[in-house]
């Protein structure tokens, strides 16, 4: 846990040097996260993403480089739904969705930060 504060008080050093206006920020805050990474056994790095069917209905899909996110999440779902996914989507607003997926970590950091804080909040607006 020591080596973990002192790498994120580190990293936003750098930025603060690397990005000036990192350190006028009202919120400066670092997290820890995973990272993954397929390498080969001579230790090349590869970018490429997998995706593999552990049971019936367990699948893991590790991701690779970022610019290959798109072909991830369209052969995630050929995979899932046995079928390509519809070129066209329509959307429904009467659909709540919110329930569903959790919010990303930077963004309940930043409601947070402006729950505390005097400040008016932007979030969700």
């Known amino acids: ?18 990005i000036p206006k990192v350190k006028d920020a009202l919120l400066q805050e670092a997290y820890v996260s995973y990272k993954t990474e397929v390498t080969s056994h001579l230790g090349e790095r590869n970018y490429q993403y997998f995706i593999r069917q552990l049971s019936d209905r367990t699948f893991a899909v590790v991701p690779g480089k970022f610019s290959l ?11 899932l739904m046995g079928q390509n996914p519809a070129k066209r989507v329509l959307l429904d607003t009467n659909i709540e969705v919110e329930s569903m997926v959790a919010p990303m970590r930077h963004h309940r950091m930043v409601e947070e930060f402006l729950a505390n804080s005097e400040r008016p909040s932007y979030i969700g607006a």
Do not use: C, D, H, I
């Open 1 to 18: 846990p020591e080596q973990v504060e002192r790498s994120k008080a580190q990293l936003l050093n750098m930025a603060k040097r690397v």
């Open 69 to 79: 996110g798109f072909s991830l999440a369209v052969n995630t779902y050929r995979m």
